[in-house]
């Protein structure tokens, strides 16, 4: 069963940066695609970026050219590079996984919940 740990969150002044990273347990990144979702204050979960083994990658178009995401080369850890931040990025960000046959841009659409969440780290974008 996999299992997903989230670390790195924490406060951010606008412009600054923060990385998060996702480290797996019970399976490697390398047999599911892996993205990043976030819930801010209006309760709503977003798919910020969602990556397949093979290299395909979604951005959301909010964050597009500020976050870049990767991962390690033994396939254990995800992280997501986040830079410029502004205000509007606060929220909880949870790692999350779900099978390679499903494509990155639906993985991230919302259209339905990756199957494997991890408890989230609250990032906080505040002068």
């Known amino acids: 069963q996999l299992q997903l740990v989230e670390s790195g969150g924490g406060l951010a002044q606008p412009g600054g940066s923060l990385n998060l990273s996702c480290t797996a347990s019970?399976?490697?990144?390398?047999?599911?695609?892996v993205g990043w979702y976030r819930q801010g204050s209006t309760g709503e979960r977003e798919g910020v970026s969602c990556s397949s083994s093979g290299g395909a990658v979604h951005y959301v178009d909010s964050v597009k050219g500020r976050f870049t995401v990767s991962r390690s080369k033994d396939g254990k850890i995800f992280y997501l590079e986040m830079n410029n931040l502004q205000p509007e990025d606060s929220a909880a960000y949870y790692c999350v996984a779900d099978s390679l046959l499903i494509g990155v841009q639906r993985m991230c659409s919302g259209e339905r919940p990756p199957r494997y969440w991890g408890q989230g780290t609250q990032v906080t974008v505040s002068a």
């Open positions: 019970g399976a490697s990144f390398e047999y599911y695609n």
